[in-house]
């Protein structure tokens, strides 16, 4: 079963604080691509970063940082010093290479994040 | 500008009304996709189209159709045989070769009552 699993519903946080977003998926396939996309209120999804099956390094960009971890079939994203603008829902997706030509996304539930002043 | 436009933004219709939403792109994109969103839930696939004159169903097309007869346009007919049309609609493209990120528009929130 290919499936994308984020358990976290919604989290509260006050400005400046650090905050993870857990991820966990499933699938078969040896090769895969993991996303995170983020959905201000304005309600587009705005793309955030994409992670092959074969790179486990983790990533950073600015107060974003993504961990990358094959053993636990986990790709946790986590914001430093958390700011107003950050209040999303963020959607992890997985992308099995058994989905065939039309590159189908399997999507998390989000997580809604409300970060206060 | 360069970019996907969903219009209207917010769409109401009556119960038994079929209606089509507009998803319009200039990123010369050849793949785009149809998805459905319901409150604290994820994205769910409708339909796709790799190309022009082709298109896919996805894991929830009944009561929806479409049409690709431009590689910028791609509209999603939601027709009185869906029985809880109400959802948020998104509309992504994707770039042809390995760039396996999809490209979302603003969306369409349809209110049926």
Same mark, same amino acid.
């Given at each position: ?117 | ?61 009944? =009561?929806? %159709? ?9 509209? &999603? !007919? @939601? #027709? ?16 042809? =070769?390995? %760039? ?9 929130? &349809? !209110? @049926? #009552?």
């Amino acid at each position: 079963a290919q499936k994308v699993t984020q358990a976290q519903t919604e989290i509260s946080v006050v400005e400046k604080e650090d905050v993870t977003l857990d991820c966990v998926y499933e699938t078969r396939d040896t090769t895969y691509y993991l996303f995170w996309y983020k959905q201000p209120p304005s309600g587009e999804l705005v793309f955030l970063i994409r992670r092959n099956s074969f790179d486990e390094q983790n990533e950073i960009s600015g107060r974003y940082s993504w961990n990358f971890q094959k053993s636990t079939s986990s790709f946790n994203f986590t914001i430093t010093a958390s700011q107003v603008v950050d209040s999303a829902v963020y959607f992890c997706a997985l992308r099995p290479t058994r989905s065939g030509g039309y590159n189908k996304l399997i999507f998390g539930a989000g997580t809604r994040l409300a970060v206060h002043p | 500008d360069g970019g996907i436009t969903q219009s209207p933004k917010y769409l109401f219709r009556k119960e038994g009304q079929n209606v089509t939403l507009s998803c319009e792109q200039n990123l010369n994109h050849d793949a785009m996709y149809w998805y459905r969103q319901d409150p604290g839930q994820g994205l769910r696939l409708i339909y796709y189209s790799q190309i022009v004159n082709d298109f896919q169903k996805g894991d929830i097309a009944e =009561g929806y %159709s479409v049409s690709r007869e431009k590689k910028e346009s791609f509209p &999603l !007919t @939601v #027709t009185s045989a869906q029985k809880n049309p109400t959802a948020f609609y998104l509309c992504a493209t994707r770039p042809t =070769g390995d %760039s396996y990120e999809q490209y979302f528009g603003p969306g369409t929130r &349809l !209110t @049926v #009552t």
